[in-house]
Each structure stands twice: as C-alpha cells, then as structure tokens.
C-alpha cells in the first residue's frame, strides 16, 4: 500500500517539488546515489571496481519530453565512458541506458530517436571495451524497448536488457533471449504495474522469478541476476549446479549502496558481482523506487528529517 503510493508519487511533479525543496533529502539520497558529477561517478567506481565489483553505471534521468535533453543525456554517458577509458577497466565496465532518458517517450518518433542516441552510447562504450545493457521501465515501453534492442544489437551483439519477472509476459521474453550471446539482466520489477498486466504479490513474484531464472539458467545465454534476495540467490547456485554453469557463466547484480557486505561476500567467492552504480542531480524518481521498495528506507529519510 505504503509502496504503492511511493511510486505514484514518482510521477508526481508536485511532490518531487516538495521533496526535492527538503535540504536533508540529499543526505538520504547519497545512500543510493554516487553524486552528481562524472567525476563523482568515476571516484565510486573505483573504489568498487579496487574491491574487486564489477559496474554498470546509469546517468540519472528518465521519461525526457524534449530532443535537445535526450541528445544531451546521449552525450553525458559518451562523456562518461571517455572518462572511464582512463580506468581500462574493459568489460568491469558497463552502462544502463533509460530508452525514455534518450528519447522513447518523444511520441511517433520516440523509438527512432532513442535507438540512435542509444546508437552513439554503444559506440563509444566499444571504444573503451565496455557493454551496455537496456533498463526496463513500464510496461508500456518493453515492445518498443526489445525493438531498440534488435536494431542495436545487429551491430553490437553484446547489448543486453533487463528483464522485469513480474510482467506476465516475461516467461516468453526470457525463452526467446536465451540464445547464446545474449546477456539478460533479471529484476523483479520496479514500476506501479496493473493487475491486467503483473503479478501484484510479492510471493507471485519471487515464483515467477524462479520461473524466468531457470529458462535462463538453462539457456544459452548469459544470466545476469540481479537481486539482493538471498532466497533467489541461493536458487540461483542450486540451478548453477543442476545447468553445469561455472562461476562466470552468470553474474549476480546488485545496487549501489543496498547490501554492500553481500556483495563483497559473493565477490570474495568468486563471482562476478556487478553494481548498479546511479549518478547525476535527476535522482528523483530513482530514489522513490528505492524507498517504495523497502518502508525501513522511508523510516531512515523520516528520522534523517527529524535531525536523528
Ligand atoms: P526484494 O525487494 O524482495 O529485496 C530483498 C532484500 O534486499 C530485502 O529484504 C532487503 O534486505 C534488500 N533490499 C531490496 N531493496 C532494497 C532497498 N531499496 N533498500 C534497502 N534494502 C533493499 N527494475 C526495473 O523495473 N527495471 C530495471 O531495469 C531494473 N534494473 C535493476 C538493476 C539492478 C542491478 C538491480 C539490482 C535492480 C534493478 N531493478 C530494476 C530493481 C528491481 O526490479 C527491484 O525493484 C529491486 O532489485 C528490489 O528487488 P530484490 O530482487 O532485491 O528483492
């Protein structure tokens, strides 16, 4: 219910006004979020990449209504990745591109737009030897967002995408992109979805968590796993086992700032572990999804707000 009301409200123009005017806000919001700068950016990245964490880096900002700022969100990750050439991390490196950040909500064009700017991310993360995988946002964008993913990935193959469990329709996603070279990141989801559309309860979703994880695992292609459920996590090792998948043959995937003892855990094991490493001032809607999915963060932003 709580949650619920939290996504609405990361839609809600008016109260990212609100919370956005509270000068505290920005202590709780650097739990989650690297900062604001790339140069921020590449300070949290090599702090984790030195722990022995792999990364996925997003620039804040979703749902752009205009070309010029989808053009110039292009050209904040191609930035970014010049930045992250200095590092040579290689495939230690990666980017999460929003499709709405680039251009997909810009009506009959959207998708063409998006693929093109996503097109110039995808150039520039080859130049420094790293991926790009494709958020997924609501349910309304995935047709479109498979789509960019298609066109993109006949000229770099190694674009992958996210895939929500909590879609009904994400079963067939998962059969039809577990070929080999395909890289599939599994999520729960995190958007406000209908009932005509996702499953609404959490145990519907962990089960059709299982449901996609398997098909994964059982693929040819790579897992990406990304969730911080220990539960799933050691489903994840069982269907390792069963698939003879060594370590390497999948990744786990977690995000900035939520268990980052369990990270470094699953890394000392062995893994890779890659971490959603967010940055950039359009923090908004990302950090109301952080707080919808767990009430204990909102406790930590009212108590932050108290001065405690
Ligand atoms: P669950 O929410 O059940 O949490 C399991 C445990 O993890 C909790 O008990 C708690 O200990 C910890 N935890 C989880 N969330 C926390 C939080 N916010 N604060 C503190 N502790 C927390 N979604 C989407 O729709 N599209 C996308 O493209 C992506 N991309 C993405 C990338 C990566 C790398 C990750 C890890 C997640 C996403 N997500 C996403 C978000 C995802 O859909 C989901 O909302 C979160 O991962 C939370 O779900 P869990 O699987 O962690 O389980």
């Not at 009932?195 to 059709?208: C, G, I, K, N, P």
Request: include cysteine; charge should be neutral; charged fraction near 25%.
């Amino acid at each position: 219910m709580l949650g619920s009301l939290l996504l609405g409200a990361s839609r809600s123009p008016l109260v990212r006004r609100a919370v956005s005017g509270v000068p505290v806000t920005r202590k709780v919001v650097d739990r989650f979020v690297a900062g604001e700068t790339p140069a921020d950016a590449v300070e949290a990245i090599r702090g984790l990449t030195a722990a022995g964490l792999t990364v996925t880096v997003d620039h804040l900002g979703e749902e752009t209504r205009d070309a010029d700022a989808a053009a110039r969100t292009a050209g904040a990750y191609v930035t970014l990745l010049g930045a992250l050439t200095e590092l040579d991390l290689g495939d230690r490196a990666e980017v999460s591109v929003k499709l709405s950040a680039v251009g997909q909500a810009l009506g009959a064009d959207g998708a063409k737009i998006a693929t093109e700017n996503a097109r110039h991310v995808c150039e520039a993360a080859r130049a420094c030897g790293a991926t790009v995988t494709l958020d997924m946002e609501d349910h309304t964008t995935v047709d479109s967002t498979l789509e960019t993913l298609r066109a993109l990935r006949e000229d770099f193959p190694s674009v992958g995408v996210a895939v929500q469990s909590y879609l009904f329709r994400s079963e067939a996603d998962c059969r039809d992109l577990a070929h080999a070279g395909s890289r599939v990141r599994l999520v729960k989801g995190a958007y406000a979805e209908p009932a005509s559309v996702a499953h609404q309860s959490r145990t519907e979703v962990d089960l059709a968590y299982v449901r996609c994880l398997r098909i994964l695992m059982s693929g040819a292609g790579y897992p990406m796993v990304a969730t911080h459920d220990d539960r799933l996590i050691s489903i994840t090792e069982t269907l390792a086992d069963r698939f003879a998948r060594a370590i390497g043959d999948y990744e786990y995937q977690m995000l900035y700032g939520i268990r980052a003892d369990k990270q470094r855990a699953l890394a000392g094991a062995g893994h890779t572990v890659r971490v959603y490493v967010p940055y950039g001032d359009d923090w908004y809607g990302y950090f109301m999804r952080r707080l919808a999915e767990r009430p204990a963060n909102i406790a930590f932003f009212l108590r932050a707000l108290g001065g405690k």
